[in-house]
T-cell receptor
């Protein structure tokens, strides 16, 4: 069964350092999402790509976060510099987008970030 | 008011009982509703989706949707200890038309043997 791949699975870094996360969506899925999930809360959308274009980055802290999906397939999310409050699970999801109102998202295993 | 609200729990039920998980939402234009299961330290796993008012059954799971009351629920029959997890309700954001989902904070379910 096709799955969303993410790496690394765990990342420990010190504040002010740079970190990067990678995601490879399910083959053929045009839409890719990056979420942040703080412990005890639901996932919150950071950025959404349709192919290589950003369609929603309204909740992305653009002073320190950046995301790209250059060839419309895999994607990288970067944080520079990391802050203590960035400690969370970073989730990648993908979907086929046949029709936005009924589209189904499938999640990867996530990257657990700890900022010391 | 939160856009998608769930009782954080924990909801504790004995093995074999029916677990009822509830979710309310504020976006009247929402058309799709999803339930994800999330084990501790793991990522969300899709259980069911529902688009139309009424009930939708899949094995031991039944999703119920009432758009007039802006209410969606998940029933788990014959609950098993392996069902112990956090259940996330997600609702599509109608104003964006991009497939964006808004998640609730999740309800923690504990099934006791």
């Amino acid at each position: 069964e096709a799955e969303v791949a993410q790496s690394p699975r765990y990342k420990i870094t010190e504040k002010s350092q740079a970190v990067a996360f990678w995601c490879d969506p399910i083959s053929g899925h045009a839409t890719l999402y990056w979420y942040r999930q703080i412990l005890g809360q639901g996932p919150e959308l950071l950025v959404q790509f349709q192919d290589e274009s950003v369609v929603d980055d309204s909740q992305l802290p653009k002073d320190r976060f950046s995301a790209e999906r250059l060839k419309g397939v895999d994607s990288t999310l970067k944080i520079q510099p990391a802050e203590l409050g960035d400690s969370a699970m970073y989730l990648c999801a993908s979907s086929l987008i046949v029709q936005p109102s009924t589209d189904t998202q499938y999640f990867g295993p996530g990257t657990r970030l700890t900022v010391l | 008011q939160k856009e998608v609200e769930q009782n954080s729990g924990p909801l504790s039920v004995p093995e074999g009982a029916i677990a009822s998980l509830n979710c309310t939402y504020s976006d009247r234009g929402s058309q799709s509703f999803f339930w994800y299961r999330q084990y501790s330290g793991k990522s969300p796993e899709l259980i069911m989706f529902i688009y139309s008012n009424g009930d939708k059954e899949d094995g031991r799971f039944t999703a119920q949707l009432n758009k007039a009351s802006q209410y969606v629920s998940l029933l788990i029959r014959d609950s098993q200890p392996s069902d112990s997890a956090t259940y996330l309700c997600a609702v599509n954001n109608s104003s964006s038309n991009t497939g964006k989902l808004i998640f609730g904070q999740g309800t923690t379910l504990q099934v006791k043997p």
